[in-house]
């Protein structure tokens, strides 16, 4: 299969990508595009076949169920059952943005294999002109993961995308690099207070400004079904092991000098503050606490890793408030919950 990239300005509505996405996706076929967030590998919600390319194509579990996009609020009670008024709430306040709602489905609008077999289903409304374009034009539900081979970093940018998937997707739109840089929040609307299945571009405390306390359960059984995408299986993972650090310069230059004892090389994900020059090679993702620039910069700093050949790779802890969660939530997942030097051998 031949991919094609199509570049696409956010102020440009008429551009032959768009046509050619659109044709793909009325075919059957699949299509990568980007969001706020991260881009996503798209088919119509719609066609179980269409979606099962999705999973081929990323080698995805197929219990690991998918996000469903829309263009607009008035498909919500299309594709959802029992919608609430903090759910509108919350509509109104983050949509469109970076936030999935689950909620009870309607059987049979969307394909089986998009839910993985459960009850419930993940819709949002993304904020990127190039998505919203594509929905308008399309005018039905896309199913859509991020843009990658799962297990592996998320792409923020076309080019990362290219890297996983050339070959296996026949059309990338090329919109520049997403804003966001971490997934949306998940919600789930049908537990009591709704639940946090996996922290993303809305914080938590964006969420209970409008509605009130939620909780969190970011956890799954290593035998059950997992109720969201990023719960269930290792993600985000760069090559080389990946290792999350206390946040202070006595921590960082002990782990150098210890990796370099071993004549291991090592790369460092971290603040502008913290930067090791002792390190091969350094990646800053922005101010310690400027966790919005932490979360845009997070990925490509993994990314970048892959590009070294570095033998550990070491990942500054930040804290976890707004964002912050997210970022650590993806650094954890990456590191397969390892920390330096306690679970180095």
């Not at 034009?137 to 290219?162: L, W, Y």
């Not at 080389?240 to 790369?267: C, G, M, S, W, Y």
């Not at 966790?291 to 845009?296: D, E, I, N, Q």
């Amino acid at each position: 299969m031949e991919t094609v990239v199509y570049t696409i300005r956010e102020d440009e509505t008429t551009n032959e990508g768009y046509e050619r996405a659109t044709a793909v996706l009325r075919e059957g076929g699949i299509v990568a595009f980007p969001t706020e967030t991260v881009y996503g590998l798209g088919a119509l919600a719609t066609e179980e076949q269409s979606v099962q390319a999705i999973f081929e194509a990323k080698g995805r579990p197929s219990d690991n169920p998918l996000i469903v996009h829309i263009g607009s609020t008035s498909q919500v009670e299309q594709l959802a059952q029992n919608v609430s008024a903090d759910a509108y709430a919350l509509m109104d306040a983050f949509w469109p943005g970076p936030l999935t709602l689950i909620f009870h489905q309607q059987h049979g609008k969307v394909a089986r294999n998009v839910t993985a077999g459960l009850e419930t289903v993940g819709l949002r409304m993304p904020d990127h002109p190039v998505a919203l374009e594509l929905l308008r034009r399309v005018d039905a539900p896309i199913a859509a993961p991020s843009a990658n081979r799962s297990g592996k970093p998320s792409p923020t940018e076309a080019a990362h995308v290219a890297q996983d998937l050339n070959g296996r997707v026949p059309v990338i739109l090329d919109g520049g690099s997403t804003a966001v840089g971490v997934e949306s929040t998940i919600l789930d609307m049908t537990t009591t207070p709704p639940t946090i299945l996996r922290p993303g571009g809305v914080p938590r405390e964006s969420i209970q400004k409008i509605i009130g306390p939620v909780q969190e359960d970011i956890t799954v059984k290593a035998h059950a079904a997992p109720r969201a995408p990023g719960m269930k299986y290792m993600h985000y993972a760069p090559e080389a092991p990946l290792f999350v650090v206390d946040p202070t310069v006595i921590e960082l230059k002990e782990a150098v000098r210890q990796i370099h004892e071993k004549n291991q090389k090592i790369a460092i994900i971290g603040p502008d503050e913290l930067f090791e020059k002792t390190a091969d090679w350094y990646f800053s993702i922005g101010q310690l606490n400027d966790h919005r620039t932490m979360a845009a910069n997070l990925y490509r700093a993994l990314r970048q890793c892959d590009l070294t050949d570095a033998d550990v790779i070491l990942a500054v802890e930040t804290n976890v408030s707004g964002v912050g969660s997210a970022v650590m939530n993806r650094l954890t997942k990456a590191a397969d919950g390892k920390r330096y030097p306690e679970d180095q051998q």
